[in-house]
Nanobody
């Protein structure tokens, strides 16, 4: 079965860093990619980054590209999101999910979601 288990969230001061982890059991990284999303209460999920082992590539939206780095390891079946220079506007619940990076970061094109982890950035 496919199961994504997340960890690494927490409370951090503005300018600090966090690394989120996504343990992607049952996911074939030769076929599927890992996307990263975040959601603020009352707002739709926002796709922010994606990592493709198949294509040896990553994608990030402009709002985070200079600060966040997605990575993955096909042997460990793990994905990570390194977040640096965090801002209060980054406060959200962060999710990893299975999909295809080349299709774009629309949440409705991803499935097998992780449980989410809260990231709170204080000013």
């Amino acid at each position: 079965e496919v199961q994504l288990v997340q960890s690494g969230g927490g409370l951090v001061q503005a300018g600090g860093s966090l690394r989120l982890s996504c343990a992607a059991s049952g996911v074939n990284f030769d076929v599927e990619d890992i996307g990263w999303f975040r959601q603020v209460p009352g707002r739709e999920r926002e796709g922010i980054s994606c990592v493709s082992i198949r294509d040896n590539s990553t994608y990030s939206t402009d709002s985070v590209a200079d600060r966040f780095t997605a990575s993955a390891d096909n042997v460990q079946n793990m994905a990570w999101l390194q977040m640096d220079s965090l801002k209060p506007g980054d406060t959200a619940v962060y999710y990893c999910a299975v999909g295809a990076c080349w299709l774009g970061l629309s949440a409705d094109r991803f499935g097998n979601w992780g449980q989410g982890t809260q990231v709170t950035v204080s000013s």
